[in-house]
């Protein structure tokens, strides 16, 4: 069986047909896989580093073929293309520079104290260890930064698990595309094929072969709130429960001081309808709910304007686009919300920006106005200003939160207050873009992700490990990172 | 509704009558609890260093009627539960000594730098932040270092987490003292008594209460598979699903070379027997299956030489007793298993060390074999030495795994696979006793625990915390370990 990708442009068919994986196919590759594991774990972080590099200049070789393929087949533009393969090489990047000072493995050496309180000790040394086969769920929305060889599968691959990677089915030939340029650059490092995979299909059953495969030890995810709910029961239930890292939903909030809108109106209603409708409003990332101060109306028509003059790219699938569609439909029909539109763009996946003007009274008795809608629109909710800490208090978890603000605003206890919801609190910018840095945190409380790390930055590396302690062994049969004589050279913390 | 503690010595009861509590009182001790997690999690380092210091004081000071009540509810010597409160005392103590450095926080700063690639970053701050209310389930088998102050306790109120303790129904006059101590710390420290309660009941409802209320943001358990998967279950369905850190079953098997036999024969069954035996069997890294070469005969006559000579305390509880009993019938009435036996304690719940010995074969069809029995006893399994990595590979995951072996042995592929299945790797020495160490690991693959973390050990620390990045906030706005100016002296990487 195959299927064939569609063009969001025209919703054409595009490139060759797609081999759809039958159930053996996906077990077989997770058990190849599974064989080859111990490969990739016991290479020296030097190796292991090269071999991220060489996977890194591997995807840069393919620029052309992935920057015709992934705009085709996402509808996205060249320059978005460009940078995705770009930052999904500066992941293997950053990974292998971390991976080369050894410091991912977390070395502690306790040497031996017989005058230790309460009990004397042993000698105890401990590292971290990859898990073994990781299986990953590709995003539509990021066709190379978050897709097979995107920050899930680097950070897998860079902690010494084998990845297995479900490829997600609106964009399977780049899909295609990446896994060659893996393949050959395990390859030209010498190690197996089967240390990554990609699978492919419109099945739903894919998601169940891969989760429940006793081989795999653990999921990253990213994706609906639902299909991670569905991925933890099953992980949960298996005999051998594995953790899933899922990143899910988020609204994204941001609140608006009137000092800000004094200071910066016309700056702050382009900056965020912008935001709001970058990569056609198909990021995790979008600020779905703004909260203005009540009586902003100048603020209001700044953001009418603007929108008016605006056009997105069309929507990635023809199922987002479907429920783009519905959703505005339904926020649409609710009373007391002002609808301020974009252009329409009428070709193949297009659709219309769209972004709905309310009240926190309104919004509370229509839950639709409070939840994410992919695609280019967002909720904007007049208040009091004296209100946007019970509203803080009563949102969900999200990936961010963002004030707007002035210098004259006192800002802490709402600063406060949101970093009890989010991973990531922003001061005066847009929370679209997400820096791939040592500091970044992308996860937050549920349902943003399902346990408390980050997908995005170098510390996604720590979900696929698992520290284990030698206790006593002679010095020539500890694994390497743990010698004395460091022969790897990594960062050991010696008490 | 009161109940009462019953001595393991001689069944009676002891102690006061326990209030039983209700639901009402669970979730308002649990609100309670909420409404004061701020004012924890916003002091100093250096104040909350001090808070773990007088908890640790304050438990010191009541040290003797801690003995009193802990050795008549549980029947452990006095030098055990002696030991037992030092251990807790120095976990809060090394919990401070992390904690005023404030390592812990894993403050990252990257400054905002317009050269970056793939993209100009901001200004980027990122902390670990406390989660707010932690549900700790004392375990049964550690009235002190694993109760409701114990290990889980300690490194969720040292990363400024409120607690609520579930006290375990077999030491309830023991935990209501522990309960005091921790209340005085904090009314001397000048924070609510409210940031720490214990609850107290033999109601199974009352695990759900804790599991399901909103305000509880993580477990902290120590117990049965079956009820970690209870937990699991429950904490997953929550409209707002929270992480539990289950530490649950483990066989901690042993292989023993037939070189280590051939040095060290007798210290060898001797420490076998002992390690088995210790708290009466009740250690979660007790040897449950040791596994020793075909032809052993000499070392299985020492074995029972030396386990004949043996009696053990009373078990914890009725239950565990009436449990240990049934093992036992169940094991012993197995074909092709020979029963060992050491001195039958009648008193309370006293009960008969049983060692069992039978082949890999018979072990293997007889499930029961394979599981962990709480209470004096171990299964050993002679094996053709050249069986053991297929034997090591087929085990589930474990919190240690231990080779007893020579330096003539080639070690190193057991201790890798083992080290694949355990969270610790043990060289010629015994599971039971786990150092608090920086390096130790106490958690391994399921049914081990449930996630990848330890629950002895600084490390611990980390499983109550959740990272929160900052971005672009002014510098007098900015959390205090974060500012530049660094006023609480805490540890900053800074990029």
Known sequence: ???????????????????????????????????????LAKLSPQKQAQLLRAIAESIESHRAELITSACAETGLPEGRIGGEITRTTVQFNLFAQLVETGRHLRVVIDKADPNYSPAPRPDIRRQN??????????????????????????????????VVAKGHPSHPNTCAIVEGAVKSALKS????EDLFSVVQGVNPQITHWLANDENVKAIGFTGSENVGRILIDIASKREVPIPVFAEMGSLNPVFVTSAAISERSLELAKGLVDSALLGS??????????????SSDGFLAEIKDHLATLKVGPLLSASIAKRYSAAISELSSVGAVKVLAGITNEAGFGATPTIFVTDWKTAQSHPALLEEHFGPTTVVISADESQYL????????????????????????????????????IWNGFPT?????????????????????????????????????????????????????????????IN
Chains 1, 2 share one sequence.
């Not at 949102?395 to 406060?416: C, E, H, N, R």
């Not at 937050?444 to 698992?466: E, L």
């Open 1 to 39: 069986m195959t299927f064939l990708a569609v063009q969001p442009v025209d919703g054409q068919n595009y490139g060759s047909p797609i081999h759809e994986h039958s159930e053996n196919e996906v077990r077989d590759l997770i058990a190849r896989a599974a064989r080859e594991a111990q490969n």
């Open 129 to 162: 260890q990859p898990l073994g086969v990781v299986a990953i769920f590709a995003a539509s929305n990021f066709p190379l930064a978050f897709s097979v060889a995107g920050g899930d599968s680097a950070s897998a691959l860079a902690s010494g698990n084998a």
């Open 390 to 425: 019970s509203i803080a208090s009563s949102l969900k978890g999200q990936l961010t939160a963002t004030i707007q603000g002035s210098s004259k605003d006192s800002v802490q206890p709402l600063m406060q207050l949101l970093s009890e919801h989010a991973g990531r609190v």
């Open 189 to 192: 490092s010498e190690l197996s």
């Open 281 to 294: 409003g198909q990021f995790c990332t979008k600020p779905g709910l703004v909260f203005v101060p009540a």
């Open 433 to 493: 873009g997400v820096a791939v840095t040592e500091a970044m945190q992308h996860g937050g409380p549920w349902p943003a992700s399902s346990t408390h790390t980050t997908s995005v930055g170098i510390d996604a590396i720590y979900r696929f490990m698992r520290p284990v302690a030698y206790q006593s062994f002679a010095q020539d049969v500890l694994p390497e990172a743990l010698k004395d004589s460091n022969p790897w050279k990594v960062e050991q913390k």
